[in-house]
């Protein structure tokens, strides 16, 4: 029996998609799992995996359609299989592309053609695009090997690295210099992004719609040093473990002790989760993105850090997969990389809470009426205070404290 493909839902503020290829054409077979389709979201592009097995029956909406969230896209079924009461979906053009038009009900293959209204469009992803904008590139002086001639990441890399002469914005040709450096420079307006506006949108809501408090502590971080050096003497370099990777792990043992924090508001209740998914804040380009470890609590160490490791890589090629970044129940911010000493970070909604993690430095400290060197770390939890109160955010903060100083506890 034929299946149906629907637009994914990443987030909870996610309303549409544009879908930006289809991967497997109609009349190719797909087994369940494999890529049928890329979309772009607000967050990044994201592969589309087929629900079911068979072969690709029918394409409902185009190439380039922005398609609203649960809206069938696809249908997979036996070869030959009639598909009935299949409504056709209308969906939006971007606004640089013609009107949509509603797709035919019966499969037919579709092969890309090229018309007078696309051949001045330049093909290129969208991660492509933004690169170009950021270092003023003009796509026109790029060649594109994807499908088509299309323009992705690696061909705007491959450009830059290249002869030292390319087309910029302005139309010039640029070349390498060594002296006469330009002293003033003019003002420059550059168009945000849809992953900023994605951003400025839910910060804005958080901020303007959630009491926050904020509860800082210290913790002492001898121990974790320590024995991440020790477990990283085993670990070929691919696979070494970061301290993000202990507070992500010490961050979600305890939440099991303080299930109001792992929860979220809704309407008159509170809904405390069952699974504990902690999410990990990733810096993309032009912004950043939540990547989402299910279940760490009842996950080893190695486990939680090759899967952020994986998905975070994933978010920065701009390849997330749906799971990647659905389902968080508690969300981290680590500046510890850029030597922070301290800073508060913005709930994401709905969530209840997010702990923002600053540097692990060497500072002296007074122990037993003497001072000496220690390492220490300093982080904030912002709580909303609909659902919580300071003495439950302070107790969870002391608790944190006994995992991340006695990090064995994690272990076992």
Known sequence: MAETTNMPKLGFDMAEGLLVRWVKQVGENINKGDVLAEIETDKATV???????????????????????????????????????????????????????????????????????????????????????????????????????????????AALAGDGQLTVGSGQRLQPSTTNYQTTVEDKTIPTTKLRQAIGRRLVESKTTIPHFYVTHEYKMEAVMDMRKQINAYLPDNEKVSVNDFIVKAVSLTLRQFPNLNAALKGNEIVQFGHVNVGVAVTVPGGLMTVVVKDADQKPLRQISAEVKAMAGRAREGKVKPEDVDGSTFSTSNLGMYDVEDFIAIINPPEAAILAISSAREVPVAEGGQIKAGWRMKATISVDHRISDGAEAAQFMQALAEFIENPVRMLV
């Not at 997979?76 to 971007?94: D, F, H, L, T, W």
């Open 47 to 157: 592969e589309v995996e087929s629900s079911a097995s068979g072969v690709v029956l029918q394409h409902i909406v185009d190439q380039g359609s922005v398609v609203p969230v649960n809206a069938p896209i696809a249908v997979v079924g036996a070869a030959g299989e009639v598909i009935r009461n299949q409504s056709p979906v209308v969906s939006e053009k971007k606004a640089d592309e013609k009107p949509a038009v509603q797709t035919q009900e019966k499969p037919a293959p579709v092969a890309p053609t090229s018309s007078s209204s696309d051949a001045g469009r330049i093909k290129a992803s969208p991660l492509a695009k933004k690169i170009a904008r950021e270092k003023n590139i003009n796509l026109a002086s790029v060649q594109g090997t994807g499908p088509n001639g299309r323009i992705s990441r690696k061909d705007v890399e």
